[in-house]
């Protein structure tokens, strides 16, 4: 059976401050925590409209004192963006705080249009992510040249966020790596992931987490309409350059939907796991037998909060053995 985990990115909502989806995202975690998860984890995007969450660590701050069991970290911290000594020293004050319960995904993601990307002061070079993870490495675990504070009571634990070539360098690196996206449909997945488990240079053993939009509702035409608003809003991005807060589906229905954006909501779609729990139970066992994965980051997202904690309870019920009280 699939360990279950959630990624949160803050998806802002109209009509709410956007604040308010920080607060969302600590409630969602504080369900999913008596839900029986094993990990929440942050997002970090820069100046997206629709998102809200730019700092992880100072969001997990706040998640980890309004919960006590559930594992927090990053889904991911991009590393492009930040000196490897900060996100050391970052995740040594959370790992201090919240002993035991703190895990640092790391990933590469650029910024999300070239201003962003002017603004957070990255230019076009060598690619620096391997070492990078390296040196962070090197200040969690107290051997590099500098000692970052404070010490940790214990590892902390590392992912790789990857994507082709980064499937290498987690297995290189001898860490658990988290693949999602497009790449979950690539016909060479099992390939590279046998690579990667042939490759593995570590004392742990290889591991897997697959990450994917999960929805779950009584009927396919429920599920179907909880999947519209990020479906919606993603179509919308590729169309107006911005990045939207997630709306109503009364609101979708009541605008035109054709031609080239219908094609985008429906591609978006595609990419989703989304039925009722026979169905979303049978794409996840399919899921994990194709890639051989032992945990699923759930990233779902929707307008209606209440059916989305139903719908966060609801797989929680069909991943976790013994969720609690």
Known sequence: MLRLSLLDRSRTRAGH?????????????????RYGYERFWAAEHHAVPGIASGAPAVLLAA???????????????????????????????????????????????????????????????????????????????GTADVTAHPAAPEPIAVFVLATGAGIGIAASLGLPVVI?????????????????????????????????????????????????????????????????????????RSRPMTGRLAERVDAHLAGMIWGTRQSVAAHLEGLAERTGAHELLASGATFDRDALDASDAELASLLVSAPAD
Not at 17 to 33: F, K, M, N, P, T
Not at 191 to 214: H, K, N, P, W
Request: aromatic content about 6%; cysteine-free; overall charge negative.
């Open 180 to 252: 999602g996206g497009p790449i979950l449909a690539n016909p060479e997945l099992p390939e590279l992931l046998t690579t990667y488990r042939t490759q593995f240079r570590g004392d742990a053993g290889a591991s897997v987490i697959i990450s994917a939009e999960v929805l779950i509702a009584d009927t396919p035409e429920q599920a179907r309409e909880l999947a519209l608003p990020e479906a919606w809003a993603m179509a919308r991005s590729r169309q107006t350059g911005v990045f939207p807060a997630l709306e109503p589906v009364s609101a979708i």
């Open 17 to 33: 401050l956007e604040g308010d989806a920080l607060v969302h995202s600590i409630q969602r975690a504080q369900r999913a925590e």
């Open 63 to 141: 998640v980890g004192a309004r919960t006590s069991t559930i594992r927090i970290g990053s889904g991911g911290v991009m590393l492009p963006n930040h000196q490897p000594l900060v996100v050391a020293e970052q995740w040594l004050m959370l790992a201090a705080l919240f002993p035991g319960r703190v895990d640092l995904g790391l990933g590469r993601s650029l910024g999300f249009t070239a201003p962003v990307r002017r603004a957070l002061r990255q230019e076009a070079g060598t690619d620096t992510f391997a070492a990078d993870i390296t040196e962070t490495l090197a200040y969690l675990r």
